[in-house]
């Protein structure tokens, strides 16, 4: 993976990240907030060695002074330091449980022993670290007595007497928070690698770039008024969708520019990534281009065409391949421009058989004949075999690839389906791609109402709609 693939898993899952930073600051606060404040105070003790004060009594007086420091230092925690301690101050614990909150060091090559002891109150704590440096001292002196009368040859001293803390030892809010975002930080990053690699989804221009070298010929954003408005002539002419049409219009007729066949049959993986929308409003913009256009539901199993301009389909694409009815009769003309459409007709009980018989491939050389550019809306790839069947009779194959609509090893089907059957794949069309984010595709414009812009005509499937022989081209009904 490239440094571009890593900024772009990044900039999909940054809600993660964000919502997994906070709320590792939140509960850090939180926590720092609900635990109670511990104050600590520190005394410290300075071993010494009773001698004659020669150069050598000083030499093995220190020398026996810091291997015995260790010792004392491990002294602290027992019951004959810490009970006289608890008697001095009428604490109610035990010398085990204070020992909890006692805590005894020496540095390294001195005779300086710290001791530290912690408690909710500072005062308390002042108190009791001192307490237990006095009882250390009572302690050591019994200890290191030679015999009853005799003094120690060891003296401690206390350097540092214990003073009252001004401020709390725990909980550090700081440290806390800081951890709580690094760990945050780190849940939602150890989330982004979980999502992106459970994650089959095909998102955007980059997955696709993974599975094939197809051209893309455009990409369509999410439209949410385009359940209710689908078609391009109920849109503005300077709309983002519109000028989408238009580029995919103009970059299809590049790819398509050196093949004698005049059929483009569009398709997808799956139903719902919004193939027959495609088709309807590729239709419409080679139209708009001044070219007389047929568009064909071959969808015969779920056919929408008729659906989305208000046709009829009873009689169709499969009146006319049964021999009922001359082709002719049975093209509607829609719109002001040179745009035909052939319904489905009737919905067969065996569709692949009539989409692959040889009447099927007449009616295509037959239109191709007579139009400028035959667009054919076939059925998904995967749930049946109808276009696959229809790739073999047509100059190329246009892939609609819903985004978040297919998976990738779906695509990947559909692809090596095509692949079998020698398809010619013009190219993809990315649709229900995201507005903003590192998946929307390339460039649009935005819409605008100016003076001099053109405004949407309603869309009225009467007006719409002009049916008869006297509408179709010339050269059909000679």
């Not at 939140?26 to 004659?52: D, H």
């Not at 999410?222 to 408005?229: L, M």
């Not at 069947?389 to 609509?405: D, K, N």
Request: proline share 6%; glycine share 6%.
């Amino acid at each position: 993976m490239e440094l571009s693939d890593y900024l772009r898993i990044l900039r999909r899952n940054w809600m993660i990240l964000v919502a997994c930073t906070v709320m590792g600051l939140f509960v850090a606060a939180a926590a720092s907030l609900a635990i109670k404040p511990t104050y600590s105070a520190q005394t410290r003790l300075f071993v010494a060695i009773q001698s004659t004060g020669t150069a050598a009594d000083l030499q093995q007086g220190n020398n026996f002074s810091q291997s015995r420091v260790q010792s004392y230092v491990e002294t602290v925690g027992t019951p004959i330091v810490l009970q006289p301690v608890i008697d001095s101050l009428g604490l109610a614990a035990s010398p085990a449980e204070l020992s909890k909150s006692i805590t005894a060091s020496a540095d390294l090559k001195t005779v300086l022993i710290s001791i530290t002891a912690s408690d909710s109150s500072p005062v308390q704590a002042a108190a009791i670290a001192q307490a237990t440096a006095n009882s250390l001292v009572d302690v050591i002196n019994t200890l290191e007595g030679a015999s009853e009368g005799t003094p120690s040859p060891v003296k401690l001293s206390v350097v540092t007497p214990a003073t009252a803390p001004p401020a709390p030892s725990a909980p550090n809010t700081r440290m806390n928070i800081a951890m709580g975002m690094i760990v945050g930080l780190s849940l939602g990053l150890a989330a982004t690698v979980l999502r992106t690699v459970l994650d089959t989804r095909v998102r955007g221009e980059a997955d696709i770039r993974r599975m094939t070298q197809a051209p893309i010929l455009g990409g369509i954003s999410f439209d949410n008024d385009a359940t209710r408005k689908p078609l391009l002539t109920q849109v503005l002419p300077q709309s983002p969708r519109a000028e989408s049409f238009r580029q995919i219009r103009t970059n299809l007729q590049f790819a398509h520019v050196s093949h004698e066949s005049k059929a483009v049959l569009v398709t997808s993986s799956l139903p719902g990534e919004g193939k027959t929308t495609t088709a309807t409003n590729l239709a419409i913009a080679l139209a708009q281009a001044g070219q007389s256009v047929v568009l064909v539901d071959a969808d015969l199993r779920r056919p929408r065409v008729d659906d989305y301009l208000g046709l009829d389909r009873n009689a169709g694409l499969t009146t006319a391949l049964i021999g009922a009815a001359p082709l002719e009769e049975l093209v509607q003309r829609w719109g002001e421009d040179e745009l035909f459409v052939l319904t489905s007709g009737q919905i067969p009980p065996n569709p692949s058989e009539l989409l692959g018989s040889a009447p099927m491939k007449e009616l295509i050389k037959s239109l191709e004949s007579t139009f400028d550019a035959v667009i054919i809306d076939a059925p998904p790839l995967l749930p049946v075999t109808d276009a696959a069947v229809l790739a073999q009779q047509v100059g190329g194959v246009v892939l609609v690839v819903g985004s978040s609509r297919v998976k990738i090893n779906d695509l990947q089907k559909s692809i090596a389906a095509l692949d079998m059957v020698d398809a010619d794949v013009l190219g993809i069309v990315m649709n229900l791609l995201p507005l903003k984010g590192p998946d929307a595709y390339a460039y649009t414009y935005n819409a605008y109402n100016g003076e001099g812009s053109k405004a949407s005509v309603p869309f009225s499937p009467d007006s719409a709609v002009q049916r008869g022989v006297s509408h179709f081209p010339a050269q059909i009904r000679s």
